[in-house]
């Protein structure tokens, strides 16, 4: 039932063009703590090991850098990348891929980490290149040499080691006890071993003082973790256990990751291919050079054998007789590898799904569900491969912000607008009208559209939904509740606008209807 209403809901939506004429200007270059909006925005610590996704995750985030209130720049380790101590100490963790591939390898005295790693220090430079032509086109980028001064390192010496604190458990500590409102998210795409050794700090120090209970709400009602995993296990035995009132969303997403090719939409595969990476993204600006693609003859750490990404003209057998751990799919050159941890930082975008507001909600970097995939599954990928395209093509044209102090140069996204509020209370059989306003600064056309987002609602079918275009870009949207939804349950319903620049970008606005008595 679900599945024919969800495919009534798609067969109700139809596409309005509005064309837009708003000036084309550039924005002004001063950014502070909060949004255009005048809202605080999110703030964040982001946390990373030396994966060659990372690595593109990380030029992913810098781009968006000024969405973001970025409180620290954390390297971390995980299962698969340590640093050790310098002093010869070995570890081994039983069940990790060392042990598992039957070598006799560790214990060892550090694992797939590079002496002196700085990829993050690097991206940071490439950012210093960049930093002049992103601020001529968007305000709140923050400067080089503040985003140096948040690098930091968090425990990298032992994989889910947090024995003893560390710099980066240090600033985790500080800025969860801090008085600033609003969340706190620890995002990681590496272990929790730096939060957890952050979250014992508070423990040894409040536990047996009268301050605990409320020491412990406190940061427990602030710490949003989000997280590709649990690299190191150290939420399922420290942070879970102890603090289980902080909020943990698993982001783990097969499109974003290395498996993206079993995800894709078909009519999306050619933003994978080496035509469109190349093209968009890996000669494009400061950052194209850094971004790894297949073939680019890198490698994270000298001798990483599961690192086999660099190379070309090799088959899975040679590079086997190499030495090397085949674990994936050859490609071809300069092709897409991964950036398997974006989907952490993807959701607090402000692009107008408001996906940050709750883990169901979903956005970019998918949602705590499934969805109805268009053959008419429920899909656990579904929920961020049904906007890889629109994130990707919003990717591509901020790489080219980065070659062009030319604000008219280059394409912009459209802005999406509700009349009223976002969040409504609304009962049953009573009539909605919803305005919707789409707005281009570079006087691109704008194809606006409002659907039902049916696998988010609670309401487990569809409403009839009609549309028209009126004066101004305004695209209206009316709806009666439909009379057998239920007290509590929740309409979804997603204002979406797609110019006609190159490439095309979207934007979006969410209206919550939630259903009282």
């Known amino acids: 039932m679900r599945h024919t209403a969800t495919l009534l809901s798609r067969l109700l939506i139809c596409a309005l063009t509005v064309v837009v004429t708003a000036a084309t200007a550039p924005p002004s270059a001063a950014g502070d703590s909060r949004d255009g909006d005048g809202e605080r925005r999110p703030r964040v610590i982001l946390m990373h090991d030396p994966e060659l996704d990372d690595q593109n995750t990380l030029i992913r985030y810098l781009l968006y850098s000024n969405e973001f209130d970025t409180e620290g720049l954390v390297y971390t380790s995980s299962g698969v990348h340590w640093a050790g101590d310098g002093k010869g100490t070995t570890w081994f963790v039983p069940g990790r891929e060392y042990d598992r591939i039957g070598r006799d390898i560790c214990p060892c005295t550090s694992w797939r980490w590079k002496p002196g790693e700085r990829f993050i ?93 409320a020491i412990q709400r406190k940061v427990s009602r602030k710490a949003i973790i989000q997280s590709w995993g649990d690299q190191d296990d150290t939420y399922a035995k420290y942070i879970g256990p102890n603090w289980p009132g902080i909020e943990f969303r698993q982001m783990a997403t097969t499109i974003w990751g290395y498996g993206a ?6 009519q999306d595969a050619e933003l994978l291919s080496a035509a469109w990476t190349k093209a968009n993204v890996s000669e494009v600006g400061p950052f194209g050079p850094f971004y790894r693609v297949w073939g680019d003859g890198k490698q994270m750490a000298p001798g990483d054998i599961f690192d086999f990404f660099g190379f070309t003209g090799l088959t899975a057998e040679q590079l086997q007789e190499m030495g090397y751990i085949v674990w994936t799919p050859l490609q071809e050159k300069g092709s897409w590898i991964s950036e398997g941890d974006t989907s952490i930082f993807m959701n607090l975008l402000d692009n107008g799904l408001r996906a940050g507001a709750d883990a169901t909600w979903g956005g970019w970097g998918g949602r705590a569900g499934t969805d109805v995939a268009p053959d008419g599954t429920a899909s656990t990928s579904y929920p961020s491969t049904r906007w890889f395209r629109a994130a990707q093509h919003d990717f591509a044209a901020r790489l080219k912000w980065t070659t062009t102090p030319r604000y008219g140069a280059v394409n ?89 620049g190159a490439p095309s970008l979207t934007s979006y606005q969410r209206v919550v209807l939630t259903v009282r008595p």
Do not use: C, M
């Not at 090719?261 to 078909?266: D, E, G, I, S």
């Not at 409002?450 to 275009?469: H, I, K, M, N, S």
């Open 121 to 213: 220090h690097e991206a940071v430079d490439l950012y210093a290149q960049a930093y002049p032509n992103l601020r001529a086109h968007a305000r709140g980028y923050p400067s080089p040499s503040e985003l140096k001064s948040k690098i930091l390192d968090g425990n990298i010496e032992f994989d889910g080691d947090i024995s003893k604190d560390s710099p980066g458990s240090d600033l985790v500590r500080r800025k969860l006890l801090d008085d600033e409102p609003g969340p706190l998210y620890l995002l990681t795409g590496a272990g929790q071993s730096t939060i957890a050794r952050a979250l014992k700090s508070i423990e040894d120090q409040y536990e047996s003082t009268p301050q605990w209970p």
């Open 412 to 500: 912009h996204e459209p802005a999406a607008t509700v009349s009223g509020r976002l969040d409504r209370d609304v009962r049953p059989g009573q009539a909605v009208t919803l305005d919707g306003r789409l707005t281009d600064p570079d006087r691109d056309a704008v194809t606006g559209t409002w659907w039902q987002y049916t696998d988010a609602g609670t309401y487990p079918g569809a409403v009839e939904l009609t549309q028209d275009r009126r004066g101004h870009g305004v695209v209206r949207a009316r709806l009666v509740v439909p009379r057998d939804a239920r007290p509590g349950q929740s309409i979804h319903l997603v204002l979406q606008g797609a110019d006609d």
């Open 261 to 266: 090719r079993r995800a894709v939409l078909p």
